[in-house]
């Protein structure tokens, strides 16, 4: 005789799910589903979300590292949602391998990011942080700046992120060039290859997705054909830069400030930015705001039941070659 199935669950490591109520956890429990929150303070490694995956219908994931091992060690596993829309911190081959749906979030971060671009670009733009932390200092000091009027951005990446810093950037009166080899440049946008944009651009703003194609396309060779007075903004992903090669051309004065909200390795504790001056650095805060916190929520749990419960989730990154079980 078998017992009665056994209830299905769910473990969210998302931080800002986790954090507080709301409709995103009662979407997960108005389904019958156990939610189980474990947030950390730092992304989780794979053998720590391993061990609280062992016994998982479902995982809501913030950055955590999500390999083979975790897919291994999860026997129940049928549903990983990134909260949030990169997809680089899982292992998509291995999840389809075992079985397992990937979903993330589109378009719920959008204007966070966004907002954060900007926020950099003006930062940058006026010194910001060092007239901050003069004034705190009993200091009164004026450096002089620039305005974004009347510049040129360079956006990698025509997506949704580019396409709102876009539209948001010619607000400002910036002239704006685009590079995106998938997509068709929005009105306003002048499309270019590469070589024009690091040429052209005085200020350059990432928002590509990390894959192997996009690794370190922030190198020393794309370094050396920018302006010297450029300034590079990536509140896409750290991996995208080749963060010596950019500490390098900023000490040399081959490129006049940049601001990274995303490290190759987060926390950066490595990072060769950290010690150069002209650097701004936020700890990968662009998706979070209260608004964008709801939308993802409401998203990942949304498509988490839905998948489990035998409905069609939504943004589906990944489906699996072989589903493990019927819902
Ligand atoms: P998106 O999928 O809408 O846009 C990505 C765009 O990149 C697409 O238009 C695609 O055609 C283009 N692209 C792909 N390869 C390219 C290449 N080699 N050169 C130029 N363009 C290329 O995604 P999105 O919602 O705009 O998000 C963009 C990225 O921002 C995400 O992949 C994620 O890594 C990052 N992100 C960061 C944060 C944060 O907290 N800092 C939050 C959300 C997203």
Redo the contacts with the bound molecule.
């Keep these: 005789m078998t017992g009665a199935p056994e209830r299905l669950r769910v473990v969210a490591t998302a931080r800002s799910f986790c954090a507080a109520d709301g409709p995103h956890q009662r979407i997960v429990r108005d389904a019958g589903i156990e939610l189980v929150l474990a947030a950390g303070d730092d992304p989780l490694d794979a053998p720590t979300l391993a061990r609280l995956a062992a016994d998982a219908d479902g995982l809501i994931l913030g950055l955590d590292r999500c390999d083979e091992r975790v897919f291994a060690a999860a026997p129940r596993l049928r549903v990983v949602a990134r909260y949030?829309?990169?997809t680089?911190s899982v292992d998509l081959d291995a999840a389809r391998r075992h079985g397992v749906s990937v979903t993330n979030t589109?378009?719920a971060?959008?204007v966070?990011?966004a907002e954060?671009t900007l926020a950099l670009m003006l930062a940058l733009a006026r010194d910001l942080p060092a007239a901050v932390a003069g004034m705190h200092g009993g200091g009164w000091q004026r450096r002089r700046g620039w305005e974004l009027a009347g510049k040129t951005l360079g956006l990698?990446?025509?997506?949704?992120?580019?396409c709102a810093v876009a539209e948001r950037a010619r607000a400002f009166g910036m002239r704006v060039l685009g590079?995106?080899?998938?997509?068709t440049a929005p009105e306003g946008v002048e499309q270019v290859e590469l070589a024009a944009l690091w040429a052209r651009s005085d200020v350059i703003s990432l928002?590509?997705?990390?894959?192997p194609?996009?690794r370190h396309?922030i190198d020393r060779d794309a370094l050396a054909q920018c302006r010297p007075n450029a300034v590079l903004v990536n509140?896409?992903?750290g991996g995208l830069i080749d963060e010596a090669a950019l500490a390098e051309a900023l000490r040399a004065g081959r490129l006049a400030g940049a601001a990274v909200?995303?490290f190759e390795s987060e926390p950066p504790a490595q990072s060769p930015l950290l010690a150069v001056p002209n650097v701004i650095a936020t700890p990968?805060?662009?998706?979070?705001t209260r608004e964008a916190a709801q939308l993802m929520g409401v998203a990942a749990a949304t498509d988490v039941v839905a998948v489990l419960t035998g409905g069609t989730p939504r943004h589906l990154v990944t489906a699996p070659s072989e589903p493990r079980r019927s819902p």
């Design positions: 949030g829309v990169g680089d589109p378009g971060n959008t966070a990011v954060l990698i990446g025509l997506g949704r992120i580019g590079h995106d080899p998938y997509a928002h590509v997705g990390l894959d194609s996009t396309l509140t896409a992903r909200d995303v990968h805060l662009g998706a979070t």
